[in-house]
């Protein structure tokens, strides 16, 4: 499998919210005579399982416990964000599962993860792609998120790691360099597998690669939004390979989709990749739809359910398990993954 190790990467801290424990010491009271105390009684074993977390917190992970965001929309694909617990229904491998917490999420942290096609077919869209990318990251982080920044085209190239700098943040994509012959490389970063002139768009091996040494490690919301024709020409993963990787860490993909006329865009695969993981493909093959496309995505991100249910199949068999969700309006339609993996036997929680 692809690895980050050979690139040059920007130094950035990769801070994680950690849930903390306060211990309170006992105040000083005056002494009193202690009256005679009552036998211990045997401690009362824990429940085996743990209740719901909080609404907003981090969102933890045991056995049977299954938790996704989800996004709501109407036949005008306008969003709907006022939904309460008992308009949605879950069913796993189509058996119905009880919902056991339920929120509705606007301030929960977001890691995001924003990766821009550097291949030739993008050249002509590049300016207003870095203009409108680098905009897009200061309007969308709020206090607690972070954001990297990858650009792929025959290779991939990370351009800054997780922060919530959005000047750095904003910097990194600007350095994203077209690769195209003749066309150079990045400062300070070996260049493309194959030499200057190389081509290609390493697509997969970029969502892989963002989900499966980065997205891996993060909690709560996790999101990659890709500016892309989803063309993809010599990635060593297949598109499978990719989607599994977005389901196995919870990570919703979307796809803003520009394409050269010249060379077109391959639908199939952006409709797959986002569709899997409960994401959206938006057309923006012009600087005033890719404009409408960014806030999109910004609202997308703001208005999302998070919904959690304890299978009801306990089995540690690795298996992956699809997961349906129905709201009781079916002019409405939801957008959440597909499904998950099953932890294996002897795999920790």
């Given at each position: ?245 977005a389901q196995r860490t919870n ?18 695969a952006a409709k797959k990749l ?76």
């Amino acid at each position: 499998m692809p690895s980050f190790d050979k690139f040059v990467t920007r130094s950035a801290v990769l801070s994680v919210a950690l849930a903390a424990v306060l211990g309170l010491a006992a105040p000083v009271v005056p002494q009193q005579p202690v009256p005679p105390q009552p036998k211990p009684q045997q401690p009362v074993p824990p429940p085996a399982q743990e209740p719901p977390p909080q609404a907003g917190g981090v969102i933890s992970t045991q056995v049977g416990l299954v938790n996704f965001f989800a996004t709501v929309r109407d036949k005008n694909k306008r969003l709907i964000p006022d939904l309460k617990q008992e308009d949605f229904k879950v069913l796993e491998d189509a058996q119905e599962q009880k919902i056991a917490f339920f929120s509705r999420e606007t301030a929960l942290p977001i890691t995001l993860a924003l990766l821009l096609d550097t291949s030739g077919s993008e050249q002509y869209m590049i300016g207003a792609i870095q203009e409108m990318g680098g905009s897009f990251l200061t309007r969308i982080l709020r206090k607690g998120d972070e954001a990297l920044v990858m650009s792929f085209d025959s290779d991939v190239d990370l351009l800054s790691d997780f922060t919530d700098d959005r000047r750095q943040l904003d910097r990194a994509v600007h350095r994203a360099r077209i690769n195209v012959p003749g066309g150079g490389s990045i400062a300070g970063n070996p260049g493309p597998i194959g030499g200057q002139n190389a081509t290609g768009t390493a697509l997969y091996d970029a969502i892989y690669l963002a989900c499966h040494e980065k997205l891996n490690t993060e909690a709560g919301r996790k999101a990659i939004v890709i500016v892309t024709d989803s063309q993809d020409e010599g990635s060593k993963v297949k598109i499978d390979e990719a989607v599994e990787a977005a389901q196995r860490t919870n990570t919703v993909i979307h796809i803003l989709l520009v394409w050269d006329p010249r060379y077109g865009a391959n639908n199939s695969a952006a409709k797959k990749l986002t569709e899997e993981t409960g994401g959206r493909v938006i057309s923006a093959n012009s600087e005033k739809k890719l404009a409408q496309a960014f806030d999109e995505i910004t609202q997308e991100l703001r208005r999302q359910y998070n919904i959690g249910y304890y299978s009801s199949n306990l089995a540690r068999d690795g298996k992956f398990r699809k997961v349906k969700v129905e709201t009781s309006d079916h002019d409405l339609k939801v957008l959440t993954r597909k499904g998950y993996y099953a932890p294996s036997a002897g795999e920790s929680n």
